[in-house]
């Protein structure tokens, strides 16, 4: 059964990315870069980006715009052959103090070995809630999309359409749950210290320049200021903060305990010597 509900899973997500060619926004109208200004190349009038990253620098962006609530999504494709070291990411962050933040960040790993997927959720300033798992392909040889749904009820990460992590709205029982304005965030840089087998693993420069494309600049987002109350962004006027989005149907739920029986390899809910007594969130 876990074959066949990973085949529909295979077959929604071709459909998700086949309708993404109507995607035709292009970086600039929601995007711009933020570091390593020379290390960015844009792609197809500007539909796709490309990020390099050598021994001199890596590089970023961000969106324009904060968002309060949305489902958020970047079809991305990693840095082949040998990427140990290197870290590639799409991700929400918020400014300032105690800040939230949602993260993917794919960790590369030595030629023929696989990547890692890492998550995490920041909320108030605090993180340390890392998952990590394998993937099902290779990232660096087609893209995929990665997603990320927030709104009052709960925070869902997918991969390919596939909810790969849940973090629900838990605060009536003490659980911090992200509420500021978060912008949108790529990079590509070195990691090199922490990365790969807990950073014995370095960056072979051989390889240099490493390269990460992404795709897919339209914002399924509630724009708000900096600073501001997001309180308009959970208007039920948004798709993303209907019903349906509340919590993982039974088909999904199913989808969501095969991808974290065969593919998680750690979660910090399950860390005792990290966290001798489970934090609220691992017990809800
Ligand atoms: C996509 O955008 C480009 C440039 O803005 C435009 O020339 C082209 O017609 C658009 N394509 C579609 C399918 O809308
Ligand atoms: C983002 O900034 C660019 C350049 O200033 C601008 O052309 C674009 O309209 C902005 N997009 C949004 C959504 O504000
Ligand atoms: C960086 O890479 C360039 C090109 O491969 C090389 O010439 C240079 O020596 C390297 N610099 C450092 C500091 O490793
Ligand atoms: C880096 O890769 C090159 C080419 O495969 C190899 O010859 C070299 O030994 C590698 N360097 C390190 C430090 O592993």
Redesign the pocket.
Known sequence: MGFSVLLVSLLVANWVLASEG?D?T?FDQNYKVTWGFDHVLSLN?GREIQLSMDNSSGAGFASNLSYGSGFFHMSMKLPGKDSAGVVTTFYLISQGKNHDELDFEFLGNREGKPYTLQTNVFANGRGDREQRMLLWFDPTANFHTYEILWNQHQIVFYVDNIPIRVYKNNRNIGVEYPSQPMQIEGSLWDGDSWATDGGRTKINWTYAPFQAHYQGFEIGGCAALDNSNIQHCYSPNYWWNTGKYWQLDSGQQREYENVRNKYINYDYCSDRHRYPIPPPECLA
Do not use: A, G
Request: glycine share 0%; proline share 0%; hydrophobic share 0%.
């Open positions: 109507s035709n292009s009038q």
